[in-house]
């Protein structure tokens, strides 16, 4: 009797030892501190100090089977929160997520790839108020990743109830009044990602609500797509890409009508602490509307950018111009950004 009664016991800790390692999840706490400072030309600036704090808190966790999970709360500045991914790893199906990530989810990742030391051009110091082709990236979304094959290559699918660019709490639902959009859908090949030729192609469609009122200015659904190309030969990495939006404004309304951009990057490791890069961006907004100025407006910015990087620390520095910024013709705006990352 005693014998058999140890034997249970063995079996039944056995049986708990293993439901606790297959449950048993850690959260860890990762963040850095950006110190900089901003020179604009030709415009009041006012204090050129500034600085920020990010944190992130990482939790992970592991299923019967193999399997693992994994939720990200990233948090931008001052404990504002700013997004979350709650993510399941299968063995053999890919990965599912649910994000409220901008930009995470679909094409919104692949916004501008371009190589570079520092920062996108148009987010260099220079306040361009670029638009770009977010797909359902902004809004909560549901999105699936197939399995890597053939060098990396994965399929994305995202999909949004509603593609509106909001982000919705638990026991809550999204979607204002004014907004006319409605469900939205993204799929996303992304070739060869872990090998030194990687190609990248896009779209995504929101459906849009076409009521009796507003059935002459919506004529179309609301499309846009990217496609790009990146090329690593030893330490020296080029790219290019392109993207489009279509808003599906009529040209009956002083609506925009489309936008369609392009970038192309060139970043060259000088070793493993030191790189430096050159990118120009190109972002042109357009309608269907003919006045004395023309029917579009070409935003163009160009920036050289350094970065040098020594354990924990990054020194990062950009001088950045730009043609037309947010759009408004006969403006530009050139700026250098000083910047000193500390990550804990």
């Not at 056995?14 to 950006?34: C, F, I, K, P, R």
């Not at 990248?200 to 849009?208: D, K, L, M, N, P």
């Not at 060139?266 to 042109?284: C, H, K, P, Q, T």
């Not at 029917?295 to 111009?321: C, H, I, P």
């Amino acid at each position: 009797m005693k014998n058999l009664t140890k034997l249970g016991l063995s079996a039944l800790c056995g049986t708990l030892a293993s439901v606790t390692s297959a449950n048993a999840g850690a959260m860890d706490v990762v963040g850095n501190a950006h110190m900089t400072w901003t020179s604009l030309g030709g415009e009041v600036t006012g204090n050129p100090l500034g600085m920020k704090t990010n944190m992130s808190f990482i939790g992970n966790g592991e299923l019967d089977g193999g399997q693992t999970f994994s939720v990200t709360l990233a948090h931008n500045d001052k404990n504002a929160f700013s997004s979350t991914n709650i993510t399941l790893n299968t063995n053999s199906f890919g990965t599912i997520q649910l994000s409220t990530a901008e930009g995470g989810g679909g094409i919104g990742g692949y916004d501008d790839n371009m190589p570079r030391a520092f920062e996108e051009v148009w987010d260099a110091g220079v306040g361009a108020n670029i638009n770009l082709q977010k797909g359902v990236g902004s809004s909560t979304n549901l999105n699936w990743t197939t399995p890597s094959i053939l060098g990396g290559t994965k399929l994305k699918l995202a999909y949004s109830p509603q593609n509106d660019g909001t982000q919705v709490n638990d026991k809550s639902v999204g979607g204002a009044a004014t907004s006319h959009l409605e469900e939205g859908y993204d799929i996303v090949l992304d070739i060869a990602s872990e090998t030194p030729v990687n190609l990248f192609i896009g779209a995504s469609e929101t459906i849009q609500e076409k009521t009796v009122a507003d059935r002459e200015n919506k004529h179309s659904n609301h499309q846009e797509a990217v496609a790009g190309l990146k090329v690593s030969v030893g330490p020296l990495s080029v790219g290019g890409q392109i993207s489009g939006e279509r808003t599906g404004n009529s040209h009956q309304t002083s609506a925009v009508e489309y936008y369609a951009n392009s970038s192309i990057g060139v970043a060259f490791n000088i070793n493993d602490s030191l790189s430096v890069s050159y990118g120009e961006m190109r972002s042109m907004q357009g309608s269907n509307i003919q006045t004395e100025e023309g029917n579009s407006v070409d935003m163009q910015g160009e920036s050289w950018q350094l970065a040098y990087t020594l354990g924990g620390a990054s020194l990062k520095f950009a001088k950045t111009s730009i043609e037309n910024p947010k759009y408004a013709k006969d403006t530009s705006s050139e700026g250098k950004v000083l910047s000193l990352s500390l990550a804990f």
